[in-house]
Nanobody
Framework: QVQLVESGGGLVQAGDSLRLSCTAS????????MGWFRQAPGKEREFVAAIKWSGGSTLYADSVKGRFTISRDNTENTVYLQMNSLKPEDTAVYYCAGRVNWMHDYGLASRALYDYWGQGTQVTVSS
């Protein structure tokens, strides 16, 4: 069974930075495609960023492009989301998600792709 555990959320001011981490256990992490999604109150869960198993390909939502960076360390079984220039509209619960044995570039932005989800970490950005 795969477990994903997020950390790094918190309360910050607009313009600040945060780095979220998601550590996986249970199977060979290097073969996971990994994604970050977020859900604000009253809204559907939306795609934020994703990274291919090898780390060679990344994908971002337009709303975070240029501000957020996804990366991974397969030796540490961890994926990161570096969030800079945070805005109040970035306030949400952030979830990491994993899909085992997905080697493709397509589909990474789709919630339906992912088999495993973390419990979420709250990010609150005050104005």
């Amino acid at each position: 069974q795969v477990q994903l555990v997020e950390s790094g959320g918190g309360l910050v001011q607009a313009g600040d930075s945060l780095r979220l981490s998601c550590t996986a256990s249970g199977r060979t992490f290097s073969r996971y495609a990994m994604g970050w999604f977020r859900q604000a109150p009253g809204k559907e869960r939306e795609f934020v960023a994703a990274i291919k198993w090898s780390g060679g390909s990344t994908l971002y939502a337009d709303s975070v492009k240029g501000r957020f960076t996804i990366s991974r360390d397969n030796t540490e079984n961890t994926v990161y989301l570096q969030m800079n220039s945070l805005k109040p509209e970035d306030t949400a619960v952030y979830y990491c998600a994993g899909r085992v044995n997905w080697m493709h570039d397509y589909g990474l932005a789709s919630r339906a792709l992912y088999d495993y989800w973390g419990q979420g970490t709250q990010v609150t950005v005050s104005s």
